[in-house]
């Protein structure tokens, strides 16, 4: 998936949100690291169902924890299973590591689970058998005397030895030690026929070892994405026939974490695009970025087979996911951020022409003047508006939801009232409008962008003539003829 | 005499949870009284491990034939793999720690008969301490841990209870040199413990400080990250309320001498360091800070339950053991020894 890039990752914070994942194994990590999007809807319903499986494992505290503490232990031997299957010899520790993974497996295989897709836990008490032949029961491992009559002996003889080392005076122990080293010799050549013996007994069991292993780290991963949709109230993602992505209540945690810290109200996310452009317009500082987010986040989130941040969820899984939205890395590049803009863009109608996808761009053209920059978005916007993918443009421009499908706006600051009070620093400011500003997006068939910038201004405390200047300026501007107006 | 100690020693080994072997210098017999102390305690589940790697067959730096360890059937030995599993004893293992070395993985395994093996333990603090505790939860008592030259450090005293402390003609064949180096070095890891509500007051304070001052009714610590240049400070801050300076890490002889010499009267303050391996002092700086009425005490105390002395020095030269040890003895109740002495049949 060459668009799941490091840029994609950043803007969504999709790699935080992985991270909180409660991953009880190795085996359940590694699997997680190779985690891609698809587009494939009958992958993704599996995904999604594997977890609805595990969500009442994970309400219940004593059943989660018996699963916890059973994969926390698994670890990942797959070296050893390959060299296991290419019958090279395994070493004691090597022995013990897969007495421990069978014996593991058999706890696993023996409790009640549910039945996920792509499991399969394999009856591998042959393999504890083979690996405990006195029947102890330990985890220990150790080459036994009872894998060869042999060894016992050897072994009785170099005990014999050892004892009769300590009474013995300087001439007899120097006798003593070269028959000893000769006895350890012979007793290493016997474990070494032991092992190989082992080593070919258990190389019939590599590819039920690997299922094994690959069905403990689906476990794993599956009972973590269900704890994640308990804990954060997560919906199963519906699949739509259709191209769309419609979000009730939906939220990026991360985001939301770090408005609530600072004392503010994250506003749930409710909004409904379909195929062509959707255009959200709204008032500087006034989340049009964060809905974008939310947006993204969670489309990805489902694409990889999450649930989603959100009451309910639905969508048609995109053939790639494009969000542009304050190029980083711009300068370093030599380009100014419209450069970078363009560049990116690009790129996305490009693949456009060969796929259906998501396409989130905040504010282009923002950078350049306001006359070339209106047309080009308006130019923009109705391009993508014809095409198949769903498009999502934010932007500070009037008369750009003349050529969209459907236009949001950001509540912003109109429905609050207030007196302006007398502030003298900006942060009292700050907080008055995050207190009062309402991101809630609302549709509407008005084709104007929301006025509160000189609102904010003012209440920022900047000088009143330069307000009452601009307030001229602005008025002049709408009576004049060439004044910006809707166009037929 | 020679059962007695050999009673009274055994018992002391046995009451510790865990035992340190440190020496003073390289050749100074470390790895000949562990093989005396496995051989003491044989019977007993004993367990074995070692900072870092030791116990290899030549000495990588002198070039001396290094002995090895040999032990019994039924110790828990916590060593690299490749070790383990070249070692003539066999082994039942009991657990892959998951520690990594240059030299491998931990593994903790029983021996199930007598032979030699190559000791390379973890050399982290944290991960030392972790494999002693399952080695612990395995059975063995006490853990014996083959202290690395210089790395006195790592094993004491958040894991090791107790310490046998080693020297010798390595160090010094000079009867007197090698008595005062001894008796400083003694004096330096036995400084006494604090009594319980100082060491509360230095647990809470020193999580966030290096440096800090106990007053009559207040705490303030220090900016300094470390007590080396901070003596200036502390000379700054002695008013007739102070009582006691907390020093986190090392304590050295330019902090003291440093507060010496502006001549505040060091009788009236506590000085607490964290343990006597934090102690880097010279014996004449000590002794001048003993002296004048110092008061020098630790959070955590080291217990020296023996003093081993190797008197064969690397050149060939030989220590007088009995003058050493009868001079020694008047000036310390620690039980002083030469392994192989006592037992000169200890294989190696």
């Not at chain 1, 494992?57 to 031997?77: C, G, M, P, T, W």
């Not at chain 2, 505790?133 to 063995?140: E, H, I, L, Q, S």
């Amino acid at each position: 998936m060459n668009w799941f890039d490091r840029d994609l990752r950043e803007k969504t914070g999709i790699d935080g949100i992985i991270a909180r994942l409660e991953l009880q194994s190795a085996l359940g990590s590694n699997l997680c690291r190779r985690l891609h999007p698809t587009s494939d809807t009958a992958k993704l319903a599996c995904e999604y169902d594997n977890t609805e499986k595990c969500l009442p494992i994970v309400r219940n505290k004593s059943r989660y924890s018996e699963f916890a503490e059973i994969l926390k232990q698994f670890k990942d031997i797959g070296g050893t299973f390959k060299r296991c299957e290419k019958r090279l010899t395994l070493d004691e520790c090597e022995l013990f590591e897969i007495k421990n993974f069978a014996i593991l497996t058999e706890k696993l295989r023996k409790m009640p689970k549910p039945k996920l897709a792509g499991t399969a836990f394999s009856d591998l008490s042959g393999v504890v058998s083979m690996l405990d032949p006195n029947g102890e029961g330990t985890a220990s491992f150790y080459i036994y005397d009872a894998y060869s009559p042999a060894l016992s002996e050897i072994r009785l003889k170099k005990a014999d030895i050892e004892r009769k080392f300590y009474s013995a005076d300087v001439t007899g122990r120097k006798s003593l030690s070269e028959k000893r080293a000769a006895v350890s010799e012979a007793e290493k050549r016997e474990e070494l026929k032991v092992r190989e013996r082992l080593t070919d007994r258990l190389s019939v069991y590599c590819q039920k070892f690997s299922k094994t292993a690959e069905s403990a780290a689906r476990l794993d991963l599956s009972l973590a994405k269900a704890k994640m949709a308990a804990d954060y109230n997560m919906c199963r993602p519906a699949l739509c026939g259709e191209h769309c992505v419609k979000i009730k209540n939906g939220i990026h945690p991360a985001v939301k974490e770090s408005v609530e810290k600072r004392g503010g109200r994250f506003f749930p996310v409710t909004i409904e695009c379909r195929k062509g452009v959707t255009i959200i317009t709204g008032a500087n500082m006034g989340g049009k970025t964060v809905a974008l987010g939310v947006i993204a986040l969670n489309s990805l989130m489902a694409c990889m087979g999450f649930f989603a941040f959100a009451q309910s969820f639905s969508f048609c899984p995109p053939d790639f996911i494009s969000f542009l939205s304050d190029t980083q890395g711009a300068f370093e590049n030599g380009l100014s951020t419209f450069g970078a803009d363009v560049t990116k863009l690009k790129t996305v109608l490009e693949k456009m022409k060969n796929g259906t996808g998501l396409v989130l761009i905040d504010e282009f053209a923002r950078g350049t003047n306001p006359a070339e920059g209106s047309g080009l978005v308006k130019a923009l916007a109705k391009y993508l508006n014809a095409r198949g993918s769903v498009s999502v443009l934010t932007t500070h421009y009037d008369g750009v939801s003349v050529f969209a499908g459907a236009h949001y706006q950001v509540r912003g600051l109109k429905s609050a009232d207030f007196e302006v009070p007398d502030f003298q620093s900006g942060s009292g400011c700050a907080a008055l409008i995050a207190e009062k500003m309402d991101y809630t997006l609302e549709k509407t068939d008005c084709h104007d962008v929301p006025r509160d910038a000189l609102r904010i201004c003012s209440l920022f405390g900047i000088d009143k003539e330069l307000i009452l200047s601009a307030y001229e300026f602005l008025k002049a501007k709408e009576e004049s003829p060439d004044g910006e107006q809707t166009e037929p | 005499m020679k059962e007695d100690f050999l009673e009274q020693f055994k018992k002391e080994l046995l009451g510790c949870r865990a035992v340190a072997i440190t020496g003073s210098y390289k050749n100074v017999g470390k790895t000949t009284t562990l093989n005396f102390i496995i051989r003491l305690l044989s019977g007993s589940e004993i367990g074995i491990t070692s900072v870092g790697r030791d116990g290899e067959q030549i000495d990588a730096i002198t070039k001396t034939s290094k002995p090895r360890i040999y032990i019994g059937g039924g110790a828990v030995v916590a060593t690299a793999k490749s070790c383990l599993l070249e070692s003539d004893a066999s082994f039942e293992i009991l657990d892959m720690s998951g520690i990594g070395t240059p030299v491998g993985e931990i593994v903790i395994a029983k021996s199930k008969s007598p032979g030699f093996v190559e000791l390379a333990g973890p050399s982290i603090s944290q991960q030392l301490t972790a494999v002693c505790k399952k080695m612990c939860y395995y059975g063995a008592a006490p853990v014996l841990i083959d202290g690395a030259l210089s790395r006195k450090t790592f094993a004491l005293p958040e894991t090791a209870d107790a310490c046998v402390y080693c020297t010798g003609g390595a160090l010094s064949c000079n009867v007197g040199t090698l008595i005062k180096k001894t008796l400083h070095e003694l004096a330096l890891l036995s400084v006494k413990e604090a009594d319980a509500k100082t060491a509360a007051l230095f647990d809470m304070t020193m999580n966030e400080a290096s440096v800090a001052f106990c007053y009559s009714d207040r705490i303030e610590k220090s900016s300094a990250k470390t007590s080396i240049g901070a003596e200036k400070e502390v000379v700054g801050r002695w008013t007739d309320d102070l009582q006691a300076v907390f020093i986190k890490g090392a304590l050295t002889d330019r902090f003291i001498s440093g507060i010496m010499d502006s001549r505040v009267n060091v009788k009236k303050v506590r000085f607490v360091a964290e343990d006597g391996t934090k102690l880097l002092l010279t014996e004449p700086v000590f002794r001048r800070f003993i002296l004048s009425g110092g008061r020098l005490f630790v959070r955590k105390g080291i217990r020296i339950i023996g003093v081993s002395v190797n008197p064969v020095s690397p050149d060939g030269g030989r220590l007088d053991f009995e003058t050493f040890k009868s001079v020694l003895e008047k000036d310390t109740q620690i039980p002083i020894f030469n392994a192989k002495n006592l037992w000169p049949d200890v294989i190696e």
